[in-house]
């Protein structure tokens, strides 16, 4: 980041900045696009989501960079941050989106709104009450293109033992002994089972630190988790804020999945390579989508899709997920 040198000739000699004296900027619509977004009349009013994480961009921007300024920042640097929330909140009037981005060097941070709106999601997890049923269950629906479409109705318990139960209620009891695939979820190259998720940490620095660094890998078993496991309150409330700290995690805002449920819907790209044989090593771009319940913070869909496969994405829909008292 380029460091701020210019000389400040409006800094106030006995007392902080007023962030309220805008006499001498320049006009708040002149950044790029605005004459687009002033030539584009009436559009359709911005989404929710998009307008909240547009009003809390504003504060959060002007008390970082009022945080800062007994260091090193100037006047100049103030103003710049100013009119970049001003050009935000003209655009979110207009009808258009955007989504300022926090720039920590090297690879693309997670967009301030996707921060934003994972933070919020957060809190609502850590308000769900915990939970001390004796089973897990998760129905959920599943599109891909190997297998077609099927939705299956499992039931686990703290031992990690899985049941199946088909569509007409048929019960199928887990197998016995060392034969009995248990329930796990991935933690960097662990896979751990409900007692260990109880083990976890629940401070984001030091349960951070069990994921992988690659930004792609770790937004993948974080989701994981978030989808089916019972993990506590607290724990996903943790992971919620690994999500937010994830780069290249971006919002995209209000979305409906294949059932018509609205959610908030987070997604991220990166780029991998596919192929055997004479194709092996061709690179292709994949991004992976998750939805979720605003209102309870519980998954609604994930998808994977891989751009420029002639491939419909991987469509994972969760249909009942949550304790139970009993199998069946």
Do not use: C
């Amino acid at each position: 980041m380029t460091e701020r040198t210019a000389p400040d000739d409006r800094t106030a000699p006995d007392g902080p900045l007023d962030l309220t004296d805008v006499s001498d900027l320049t006009d708040p619509l002149d950044f790029p696009g605005a004459a687009q977004l002033l030539a584009a009349g009436e559009v359709p009013p911005p989404a929710p989501v998009a307008v909240t994480a547009a009003r809390e961009a504003v504060p959060r921007a002007a008390a970082a960079e009022a945080t800062v300024v007994p260091l090193r920042t100037t006047r100049v640097g103030r103003r710049r941050g100013l009119l970049v929330a001003t050009a935000a909140v003209a655009a979110i009037a207009a009808g258009a989106v955007v989504y300022p981005v926090l720039d920590v060097g090297g690879e693309p941070a997670a967009t301030a709104a996707a921060s934003t709106f994972l933070d919020d999601m957060a809190a609502v997890a850590a308000d769900a009450p915990a939970t001390h049923a004796p089973y897990w269950k998760v129905r959920v629906e599943t599109v891909n293109h190997d297998d077609g479409e099927r939705t299956d109705t499992t039931f686990f318990d703290r031992a990690g033992r899985i049941w199946s139960v088909d569509g007409d209620g048929t019960v199928h009891e887990p197998p016995m002994g060392k034969k009995g695939k248990l329930k796990k979820w991935p933690v960097g190259k662990k896979w751990l089972t409900w007692p260990e998720l109880d083990k976890l940490p629940t401070d984001e620095k030091a349960l951070t630190a069990l994921f992988p660094k690659d930004a792609n890998s770790r937004f993948g078993q974080v989701v994981i988790m978030l989808e089916d496991s019972p993990a506590s309150p607290e724990l996903r409330a943790a992971l919620f804020r690994i999500l937010a700290d994830t780069p290249g995690t971006k919002l995209i805002g209000d979305v409906r999945d294949s059932k018509g449920r609205a959610g908030g819907g987070v997604e991220i790209t990166t780029e991998v390579r596919y192929g055997t044989g004479p194709d092996k090593g061709v690179k292709y771009r994949t991004t992976d989508r998750y939805i979720v319940d605003p209102d309870t913070g519980l998954p609604l869909e994930t998808t994977h899709k891989i751009r420029g496969r002639d491939l419909p994405a991987d469509r994972y829909t969760w249909l009942e997920v949550g304790p139970a008292g009993q199998v069946g």
